[in-house]
């Protein structure tokens, strides 16, 4: 890993290289202590849209998470061999999978945010509590604004 010395100003002043920087930095923390429950971050992904919803179609997530539809569909697979997460027919188009998360589903996604949110603060652990709020304030309002200029209703997931 290169040292800071090395890296020139302009790329250190380069919000695109920071913010890759910082994500690349929070990933690898989360995906190694999801790793040890055996499970992913993309999987993480679906349960946490599935929990926030009564039920979800395949394509809705795939959309949602910008996840090809076909690793959706292994994705959605994963979850249903833990327990976490059942596929239905939708009643009223019997070509559209339904996907809901379980109890099971549940419970270990009550889990699995403890062990993110811990993963998380690590990687950010030179961060104050100050500037995290800020860091989430502005990517929210960020993401905010794409999805308004998209002509998305941002308070919609």
């Known amino acids: 890993m290169p040292t800071h010395s090395l890296i020139p100003v302009t790329l250190l002043e380069s919000p695109s290289f920071q913010l890759e920087r910082l994500r690349r930095r929070t990933r690898e923390e989360v995906e190694d202590a999801l790793a ?13 849209c599935l929990i926030s919803a009564t039920a979800s179609s395949q394509s809705a997530l795939s959309e949602a998470l910008a996840i090809d539809a076909s690793d959706m569909v292994r994705l959605i697979d994963a979850l249903e061999e833990r327990g976490w997460a059942k596929r239905e027919r939708d009643a009223q188009d019997r070509r559209r999978q339904i996907v809901a998360v379980t109890k099971k589903g549940q419970k270990a996604h009550g889990d699995l945010v403890d062990l993110v949110t811990e993963a998380e603060d690590r990687a950010l652990d030179a961060s104050t509590n100050k500037q995290l709020k800020h860091l989430r304030k502005l990517a929210s309002s960020i993401l905010a604004a794409e999805e308004e200029a998209a002509g998305e209703d941002p308070a919609q997931p």
Do not use: G
């Open 36 to 48: 040890e429950r055996r499970t992913t971050l993309r999987e993480y992904w679906v349960l946490t």
